[in-house]
């Protein structure tokens, strides 16, 4: 068996890249490095796969529709076969429609390289890659979507290619709406607020998804500090001796602080009055505004701030003021939310930018709590923690709790007692238990159910996979990890839609997501490394879809805002699960 794994492996090697042109595979060559691609777009593929490249150990398998067939082979680039499987049973998964369909496993198959998969009377996969360098590659340019959506700077061609462009929002008058006004910073009156990324798809600064967003790359360079500390996507301040994706953080968190007013409480969003067109930043001139304020906003500005002047505090032990101005603006932020407990944001009537309006504010007190008890050993903090009551679920913009048990888990060991902290991770595992039995109970390969598809679906793919990846990291039992895995072979491909949902990667990609740079920049390509949406039924935006089920109402075009938009928090779980599963196997090599 290794012999013949070998033989494959050093033919694969030999044939790389010329396989596709042996194979008929339709030419995408996914020249990866971010900015300069050059990606076809073949027709739709019947059997559905991971696009950019499975892990060599991790879970791998396709979508094939229902057949009469129980076998299905691969095969390198030589035409050899290298493996043979048995499909799964022929099944349904109301999710993704009425056709029934097949799983062809080959998770046994461990050899990097390039193959097709093939079944009588179906026909062939596109291009199978097992290949870590595809998931590097696309990592960065996950991580890099940060630099091109920087807000308040140019961008140069030294580090943006031909995505260069000119500076927009310097926002530094912003100015104070009705809704926000303060005794200290009354209405009309402007404060400075430079820097930070954009949300989204709109150029808008939104206190409440930057936290998760900041959190989430927070968590990931925490969680594996040594794999960052080398990692370099090409920024400006790539050679200042701090790893990138601090650098990256650093940008938004500068913005984030200037979010709070003197009483302590903190602006809900930083936007225009109305959408900007389809215009690049510079020619989106339109006055900006800080709109309303809100506990989420406190308790989430709270949260990242406190973890920001933990987790960064290694790197900055010679100059550490300005870490310890976050945390006394956290302590602010957390005063001002216990004293205003529910302050709803309300979307005043002359503004129609995005709400991330939220009413139930318990799970913003166990995360924001949660931090504040890591960065000052001060327990009277951990009390909304403790009390917090619903049921563990992953985490998104309006339900941060996940987040708190993800410090707990990493940080707080020693503070904690041996009974809180056990019971913490056996919260966590539970629900990737459920996990699992969610992942088999459809037969898709993916933690998924039908009402899991909302807004934001890949996020939510992906915020699983973190969960996951967090039982496995506390447990070592790899069956977490190979689900993880799964539902990152979903993102990349292997759903009912057949698009691999990140731009620039795979063989299929979105090429019209509802990206104002994107669409305003006179490049053909969208920038690569952004991952939209994602398949959901609501279709709020009134678009013409193809398919209306939870897992396949997807359209790839600017008018789909419900499902082909990108933000700054859908892009960071895939950051998080790649940089894990990659930071863990640069650790177990040799
Ligand atoms: O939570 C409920 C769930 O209980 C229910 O079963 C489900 C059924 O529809 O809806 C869920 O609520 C959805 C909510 O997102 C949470 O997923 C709402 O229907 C849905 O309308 C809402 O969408 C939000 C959208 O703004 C509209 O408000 C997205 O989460 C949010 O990511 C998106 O954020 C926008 C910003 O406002 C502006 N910038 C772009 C950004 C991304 O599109
Ligand atoms: O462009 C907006 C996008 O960033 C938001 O996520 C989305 C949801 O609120 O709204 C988009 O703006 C649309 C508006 O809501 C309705 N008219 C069309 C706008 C897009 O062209």
Request: charged residues 15%; aromatic residues 12%.
């Amino acid at each position: 068996m290794f012999n013949q794994y070998r033989k494959v492996y050093l033919s694969s090697l030999f044939y790389g890249v010329t396989t596709c042109v042996l194979m008929g595979c339709n030419g995408a060559n996914i020249n990866t490095e971010s900015t300069n691609l050059t990606v076809s777009q073949p027709a739709k593929q019947t059997i559905h796969i991971n696009q950019l490249g499975y892990f060599a150990t991790g879970e791998k398998g396709a979508i094939i529709p229902a057949t009469k067939e129980t076998a299905f082979r691969l095969q390198n680039s030589a035409g050899e076969t290298v493996f043979e499987g048995t499909l799964s049973e022929s099944r349904g998964w109301p999710a993704q429609g009425p056709n029934e369909f097949k799983f062809a496993d080959f998770s046994a198959f461990t050899v990097p390289g390039n193959y097709v998969l093939t079944v009588e009377g179906i026909g062939k996969s596109g291009p199978i890659y097992i290949d870590s360098d595809a998931n590097r590659r696309a990592h960065k340019a996950a991580l890099k979507y940060y630099y091109f959506n920087r807000a308040g700077m140019a961008l140069t061609e030294a580090y943006a290619g031909k995505f260069k462009r000119p500076a927009g929002h310097p926002d530094t008058q912003v100015i104070v709406h009705p809704s926000a006004a303060s005794a200290s910073q009354p209405a009309l009156s402007t404060i400075s607020s430079p820097k930070g990324w954009y949300d989204a798809g709109d150029y808008g600064k939104y206190t409440v998804n930057a936290s998760i967003s900041t959190y989430t790359l927070l968590a990931a360079y925490a969680d594996n500090p040594e794999f960052y500390s080398n990692l370099s996507v090409g920024i400006p301040e790539s050679n200042n001796g701090l790893p990138d994706i601090v650098d990256e953080l650093i940008w938004n968190l500068e913005w984030l602080h200037t979010m709070q007013n003197d009483d302590g409480a903190v602006y809900h969003k930083l936007t225009t009055l109305q959408w900007p067109g389809k215009d690049m930043p510079d020619a989106d001139t339109a006055d900006r505004y800080v709109i309303g304020l809100s506990t989420s906003a406190a308790l989430d500005y709270a949260a990242t701030l406190a973890a920001a002047s933990r987790i960064l505090r290694p790197l900055f032990s010679d100059n550490p003021q300005q870490l310890d101005t976050w945390l006394a603006s956290a302590k602010k932020a957390w005063n001002w939310a216990i004293a205003n407990p529910n302050y709803v944001y309300q979307q005043p009537s002359d503004v129609s930018s995005g709400e991330y309006g939220d009413s139930d504010f318990s799970d913003e007190f166990a995360w924001a709590g949660a931090e504040l008890f890591l960065a000052t050993e001060d327990r009277s903090y951990l009390l909304p923690f403790k009390q917090y009551r619903q049921s563990l679920k992953e985490p998104d913009w309006a339900n941060v709790a996940a987040l708190g048990y993800f410090s707990l888990i990493r940080e707080g060991q020693q503070l904690l007692a041996d009974n809180e902290y056990s019971e913490i991770q056996t919260q966590l595992i539970a629900y990737a238990d459920a996990s699992i039995q969610i992942y088999q109970a459809n037969g898709y390969g993916v933690a998924m159910n039908s009402e899991d598809f909302v807004w934001g679906s890949n996020a939510v793919v992906l915020n699983k996979a973190i969960m996951l990846l967090h039982a496995f990291h506390l447990t070592g039992q790899e069956k977490y990890r190979q689900v993880a895995l799964g539902n990152l072979n979903f993102v990349l491909g292997r759903n009912p839609t057949g698009y691999s949902f990140l731009t620039g990667f795979g063989e299929l990609t979105p090429q019209h997501p509802h990206h104002r740079i994107s669409a305003g920049d006179q490049i053909d390509k969208p920038l690569p490394g952004m991952l939209v949406g994602g398949p959901q039924p609501g279709q709020q935006d009134n678009c013409k879809y193809a398919q209306n089920y939870a897992a396949s109402s997807y359209l790839d075009d600017w008018c789909s805002y419900s499902t082909n938009e990108v933000t700054i928090n859908w892009n960071a779980p895939l950051v998080y699960v790649l940089g894990s599963v990659l930071a863990q196997e640069q650790a177990d090599k040799p």
